[in-house]
C-alpha cells in the first residue's frame, strides 16, 4: 500500500528539476535508521547525478562506521565551518528521521534562517511545519522503509542497488530492535523481503552492526544488570541508570548503551522499561514498553520526549539523582494502566 500521495512525489520531482547541490541532514545523536537511511538517499542522489552532502550534528556508533559513503559524513561537532558552508551552499536540503528542528541541536537557528527549500522525510507523530514539502507517516517501521518507497516511485525498480538495500536494510533493522518493536505490519516485511532480493547478506549485517562491541561495552552492560537495575514489580516498571562517573569508569563510546534499554523487558510482569544515562547538562532518557502502554505519550508527557508507542525518546534537565525521584513517584499515576496491560498481554 502507497504511503506517499502522488502530489508529494510531483513535488520532490519538480525541486529536484531545478537544483544540483543537494544537502541532507539527519538529528543529533544518530542512529543505525538516520545514518542508514542518510546514506541510503545520499548514494541515489549521486547515481542520479547530484552533488550531495551528508550533515550530522554529533558523532554517532563506531559500528555504524562500515556502512558505505560513510567516510562522506560531515560530523558538525567537528568540522563546523565546512558544516556551514555546505549548509550556505545547498540548494535544497533533506531532512531524515526527525521533525522537529531542535533535533538538530546547534544548527537549529541556522536552518530556521536559511530559505533554501526543505523536504521532511519521517516517520515520527506530530512534525513540526518548517519543511516545503513534508513526507510523514507513523505507519512503517522506519524512516528508511518510508524512503524505500520514495526511491521507488521517483526512479522506479532499478533505483535501489546492493549498495542502497544494505543502508535501509540497516535503518530498518536498528530502528525495529532486529523486528522486536515497531515491526508489525506485512509491509515492513515486502520491503526486506525485496532489499533481500539486491543480494544483501543480511547475516553480515547483523554481524557488524550488533557483534562488534568492544569488552568495556561488555563489562558495562553486566555492571548496569547487576549493580544499576532497579525493578518494581508493583507496577511492572524496571529502570537502569548510568552516571557520567560511570561512564568514564567503563570508557563509554558513542553507542555503548545502544539496547540495554530492552533487557529489563524480558522480566516477567516487565511492561515498561526505562534507561537514565547522565550527561554533561541533561540526562538522556530511553523508553520501551510492552502492549498498549504508549511510551511516547508518557515521555513527551514528563520528559520533554516522544517517539513511538512503544520506543521512545526524552531528556531531563533535572540532575539524575533528581530526574530518578521525579519518574518513580509518577508510577502510582500510572499504576493502572500498567497493570491492566500486562494482565491484557498475558491472556
Same mark, same amino acid.
Given at each position: 500500500?502507497?504511503?506517499?500521495?502522488?502530489?508529494?512525489?510531483?513535488?520532490?520531482?519538480?525541486?529536484? *528539476?531545478?537544483?544540483?547541490?543537494?544537502?541532507?541532514?539527519?538529528?543529533?545523536?544518530?542512529?543505525?535508521?538516520?545514518?542508514?537511511?542518510?546514506?541510503?538517499?545520499?548514494?541515489?542522489?549521486?547515481?542520479?547525478?547530484?552533488?550531495?552532502?551528508?550533515?550530522?550534528?554529533?558523532?554517532?556508533?563506531?559500528?555504524?562506521?562500515?556502512?558505505?559513503?560513510?567516510?562522506?559524513?560531515?560530523?558538525?561537532?567537528?568540522?563546523?565551518?565546512?558544516?556551514? !558552508?555546505? =549548509?550556505?551552499?545547498?540548494?535544497?536540503?533533506?531532512?531524515?528521521?526527525?521533525?522537529?528542528?531542535?533535533?538538530?541541536?546547534?544548527?537549529?537557528?541556522?536552518?530556521?534562517?536559511?530559505?533554501?527549500? !526543505? =523536504?521532511? =522525510?519521517?516517520?515520527?507523530?506530530?512534525?513540526?511545519?518548517?519543511?516545503?514539502?513534508?513526507?510523514?507517516?507513523?505507519?512503517?517501521?522506519?524512516?528508511?522503509?518510508?524512503?524505500?518507497?520514495?526511491?521507488?516511485?521517483?526512479?522506479?525498480?532499478?533505483?535501489?542497488?546492493?549498495?542502497? *538495500?544494505?543502508?535501509?536494510?540497516?535503518?530498518?533493522?536498528?530502528?525495529?530492535?532486529?523486528?522486536?518493536?515497531?515491526?508489525?505490519?506485512?509491509?515492513?516485511?515486502?520491503?526486506?523481503?525485496?532489499?533481500?532480493?539486491?543480494?544483501?547478506? %543480511?547475516?553480515?549485517?547483523?554481524?557488524?552492526?550488533?557483534?562488534?562491541?568492544?569488552?568495556?561495552?561488555?563489562? #558495562?552492560?553486566?555492571?548496569?544488570?547487576?549493580?544499576?537495575?532497579?525493578?518494581?514489580?508493583?507496577? +511492572?516498571?524496571?529502570?537502569?541508570?548510568?552516571?557520567?562517573?560511570?561512564?568514564?569508569?567503563?570508557?563509554?563510546?558513542?553507542?555503548?548503551?545502544?539496547?540495554?534499554?530492552?533487557?529489563? #523487558?524480558?522480566?516477567?510482569?516487565?511492561?515498561?522499561?526505562?534507561?537514565?544515562?547522565?550527561?554533561?547538562?541533561?540526562?538522556?532518557?530511553?523508553?520501551?514498553? !510492552? +502492549?498498549?502502554?504508549?511510551?511516547? *505519550?508518557?515521555?513527551?508527557?514528563?520528559?520533554?520526549?516522544?517517539?513511538?508507542?512503544?520506543?521512545?525518546? +526524552?531528556?531531563?534537565?533535572?540532575?539524575?539523582?533528581?530526574?530518578?525521584?521525579?519518574?518513580?513517584? #509518577?508510577?502510582?499515576?500510572?499504576? %493502572?494502566?500498567?497493570?491492566?496491560?500486562?494482565?491484557?498481554?498475558?491472556?
Amino acid at each position: 500500500m502507497e504511503k506517499i500521495n502522488k502530489s508529494l512525489i510531483n513535488s520532490i520531482q519538480h525541486y529536484l *528539476a531545478n537544483v544540483q547541490d543537494i544537502l541532507i541532514i539527519t538529528h543529533f545523536n544518530p542512529d543505525g535508521d538516520a545514518i542508514g537511511s542518510s546514506l541510503a538517499l545520499y548514494h541515489y542522489l549521486n547515481n542520479s547525478g547530484y552533488q550531495v552532502n551528508i550533515l550530522v550534528p554529533n558523532d554517532y556508533p563506531e559500528f555504524l562506521y562500515w556502512l558505505p559513503g560513510n567516510e562522506a559524513i560531515i560530523v558538525d561537532e567537528k568540522n563546523h565551518e565546512t558544516a556551514l !558552508k555546505h =549548509i550556505s551552499q545547498a540548494e535544497l536540503i533533506f531532512f531524515l528521521d526527525f521533525n522537529v528542528l531542535d533535533r538538530t541541536q546547534q544548527l537549529e537557528k541556522v536552518f530556521k534562517k536559511t530559505e533554501t527549500p !526543505k =523536504i521532511l =522525510i519521517d516517520h515520527h507523530p506530530r512534525p513540526e511545519p518548517f519543511a516545503d514539502v513534508t513526507i510523514s507517516t507513523t505507519e512503517v517501521s522506519s524512516t528508511s522503509e518510508l524512503l524505500y518507497e520514495l526511491l521507488i516511485r521517483l526512479g522506479g525498480n532499478n533505483a535501489i542497488d546492493r549498495t542502497i *538495500a544494505a543502508c535501509l536494510y540497516t535503518g530498518i533493522m536498528t530502528d525495529t530492535g532486529s523486528f522486536s518493536y515497531n515491526s508489525s505490519l506485512p509491509e515492513t516485511y515486502y520491503v526486506v523481503s525485496k532489499l533481500i532480493e539486491r543480494g544483501i547478506d %543480511k547475516d553480515k549485517i547483523y554481524w557488524r552492526v550488533y557483534d562488534k562491541y568492544s569488552a568495556d561495552r561488555m563489562r #558495562l552492560l553486566g555492571y548496569c544488570l547487576y549493580q544499576k537495575l532497579s525493578v518494581f514489580h508493583e507496577y +511492572g516498571v524496571a529502570y537502569i541508570s548510568i552516571s557520567s562517573e560511570e561512564l568514564n569508569r567503563f570508557n563509554y563510546q558513542p553507542g555503548d548503551s545502544e539496547g540495554f534499554v530492552n533487557y529489563p #523487558l524480558s522480566i516477567k510482569g516487565i511492561m515498561f522499561s526505562v534507561i537514565f544515562i547522565e550527561r554533561e547538562d541533561h540526562v538522556k532518557i530511553s523508553f520501551r514498553s !510492552k +502492549g498498549d502502554f504508549h511510551a511516547n *505519550a508518557f515521555a513527551a508527557e514528563h520528559f520533554n520526549g516522544g517517539g513511538h508507542k512503544n520506543a521512545a525518546g +526524552g531528556y531531563s534537565e533535572l540532575s539524575l539523582e533528581k530526574t530518578l525521584e521525579k519518574f518513580e513517584k #509518577l508510577l502510582p499515576d500510572y499504576k %493502572k494502566q500498567l497493570l491492566e496491560n500486562h494482565i491484557h498481554n498475558v491472556e
